[in-house]
């Protein structure tokens, strides 16, 4: 139902611009031990399960704020060591973190909570020093669309796995930096300075009800209109120049994404609200 809901949402990109391709590079990423002190190597990312103390785990968090609709993201790593002990294998999950933390602030002695029942498989092998592609277009997705929190993730090796070591965005080559590859669109109207129009709805998400709040200086006026997804107009209405405030009741709604534009004679603004009943 959601991968369903997901794959109509994108459908309505003709509203904004067309696909186009985005990377994205970590704004936090670091690995937690379980050891009580010491401290980490910036530049490098270290994971394994080897036993119950030797656990090293990955934290990553991306700023995909910009992208309106998406079509795929896939996560790219630089491997630069492997334990030859381990056959250079270290597999594991890629898990959603469910708190927030930052890499300055963050104890790096400490494992994030996650979201155990959403995982991602991931297999580390091959050549020692590698490139790895891992498609995480179902996570990205949800924070995308406003369906859970953008806390970044987290990696976790499987118990019993070696060491893998992976340059993190500290990096002295940036050629080697952690990064997102992503294709979908992004907002040209919100990008794009029209001088007669502002807009905001609050509350952003909403149940069931939002205050849109807008204003027009274009003297001929403009045109609100609301739709859903699909790219079906819910409601109409023209205004004249001047704030105004409209009430939108979506009672008789379902749970997703929505769109409301305001147009003049000079441009038009979209901007996207979220119904979570």
């Known amino acids: 139902m959601l991968r369903l809901f997901m794959l109509v949402l994108i459908c309505s990109a003709f509203y904004f611009s067309f696909a186009e391709e985005l990377t994205v590079f970590p704004t936090d990423d670091m690995f937690a031990d379980r050891l009580t002190s010491g401290t980490h190597i910036e530049t490098q990312l270290n994971l394994n399960r080897e036993t119950i103390a030797e656990d090293e785990r990955i934290m990553f968090k991306f700023d995909i704020s910009s992208v309106v609709t ?7 790593l630089h491997r630069y060591f492997s334990c030859p002990s381990g056959g250079g294998v270290t597999a594991g999950n890629i898990y959603p973190i469910t708190e927030e933390w930052d890499e300055e602030t963050w104890d790096c002695h400490t494992f994030p909570q996650y979201d155990e029942n959403t995982a991602i498989p991931v297999v580390f092998e091959g050549a020692s020093v ?6 995480i277009t179902m996570l990205v997705e949800q924070w995308v669309y406003g369906i859970t929190t953008n806390n970044g993730f987290v990696i976790i090796a499987n118990m019993g796995e070696a060491h893998s070591k992976f340059d993190s965005k ?3 080559n940036a050629e080697n930096w952690p990064r997102l590859e992503i294709t979908g669109t992004l907002p040209q109207n919100e990008n794009t300075v029209i001088n007669s129009i502002t807009a905001q709805n609050y509350p952003n998400p909403f149940n069931p009800e939002t205050l849109i709040s807008f204003n027009i200086s274009d003297e001929s006026g403009g045109v ?10 819910i409601t109409t209405r023209n205004y004249e120049s001047g704030s105004h405030e409209y009430l939108w009741k979506a009672d008789e709604c379902s749970s997703g994404i929505y769109f409301y534009n305001i147009e003049t004679a000079e441009g038009s603004l979209t901007r996207r609200m979220t119904l979570i009943k």
């Open 70 to 76: 998406l079509e795929s993201a896939i996560f790219n």
């Open 130 to 135: 590698n490139w790895f592609a891992v498609d």
């Open 170 to 172: 500290e990096a002295a």
């Open 224 to 233: 609100l209109k609301i739709f859903n997804a699909a790219g079906q107009i």
